[in-house]
């Protein structure tokens, strides 16, 4: 059974950092896509980052140049480093895999989902 766990949410003052992990069990990272979705209350799930299995990465256009996306394939766990952080960026996290390795902002073409974990952006 496929599981993905999200972790490293919490409180955090603007400008602030903060690291999260996605670890997959029962399925390996080899030859698929992990990607990073948001969603605050009252609001659309949004794309935040992807990276495929050869190394692309894209971002959604209110994170790029303050968040980083990583692999780790021998812990199975790809990483959403954001820095930078402001209070629009305040949401539930989640991470998705996509079987088509495909790249893409669209969640409709994700296969798996994490159970997400929140992000406070506050002072």
């Known amino acids: 059974q496929v599981h993905l766990v999200e972790s490293g949410g919490g409180l955090v003052q603007p400008g602030g950092s903060l690291r999260l992990s996605c670890v997959a069990s029962g399925l390996t990272l080899s030859g698929l896509a992990i990607g990073w979705f948001r969603q605050a209350p009252g609001e659309e799930r949004e794309f935040v980052a992807v990276l495929t299995w050869s190394y692309e990465a894209y971002f959604g256009h209110s994170v790029k140049g303050r968040f980083t996306i990583s692999r780790d394939n021998a812990k199975n766990t790809v990483y959403l480093q954001m820095n930078n952080l402001k209070p629009e960026d305040t949401g539930v996290y989640y991470c998705?895999?996509?079987?088509?390795?495909?790249?893409?902002?669209?969640?409709?073409?994700?296969?798996?989902w994490g159970q997400g974990t929140q992000v406070t952006v506050s002072s």
């Open positions: 998705a895999a996509d079987l088509g390795d495909r790249g893409s902002g669209w969640d409709k073409v994700y296969d798996y």
